[in-house]
């Protein structure tokens, strides 16, 4: 018994050091997503996405169609780059695209725009504040926080 509960406790400890691994790519996969599609437009389990499920890019993509990879600080230059129309407004459907740093990691930060009004706009977002939680909070607008947006394809 004593050594099962070592063995716990060295996999709970190491397990991030894993990543890249098989053993972290199982762990990663999600049984199901957290929470409902954000939208009626969205595929039944989300748009096929290549992201580590728990983290803010795993849950935008699910919610809308990502052809590009990486931390979420490059998303809008990656996807300009791909010719993805960009935008400096917040528009429901989008994904807004955080610079890194203040209240966000070293790597930046994306979540998903489900509302607009003239003063704020509302997200939802997966590992902010907890890891594969899915939230929502409404951001004063404009945000100096935000590089910019990646509009609903139409």
């Known amino acids: 018994m004593k050594k099962l509960v070592l063995s716990l406790l060295a996999a709970i400890l190491f ?40 983290q803010c890019t795993w849950w935008a993509a699910y919610n809308h169609p990502v052809t590009w990879s990486g ?45 607009v009004s003239p003063d704020s706009y509302t997200v939802s977002e997966m590992n902010a504040p907890r890891w594969g939680a899915v939230t929502t909070r409404t951001i004063a607008w404009p945000d100096i926080m935000v590089q910019g947006f990646i509009p609903r394809p139409d």
């Open 71 to 115: 931390d979420a600080i490059y998303w809008l230059r990656d996807a300009k780059a791909q010719g993805v129309a960009t935008s400096n407004e917040p528009s429901v459907g989008a994904i807004a695209v955080y610079r890194a740093g203040g209240l966000y990691s070293a790597r930046g930060h994306v979540a998903v725009v489900t509302a």
């Open 15 to 54: 397990l991030p050091a894993l990543v890249g691994s098989a053993a972290a790519s199982v762990a990663a996969a999600p049984p199901a997503a957290p929470a409902p599609a954000l939208f009626p437009w969205v595929p039944s389990g989300g748009y096929p996405d290549h992201f580590p499920y728990g």
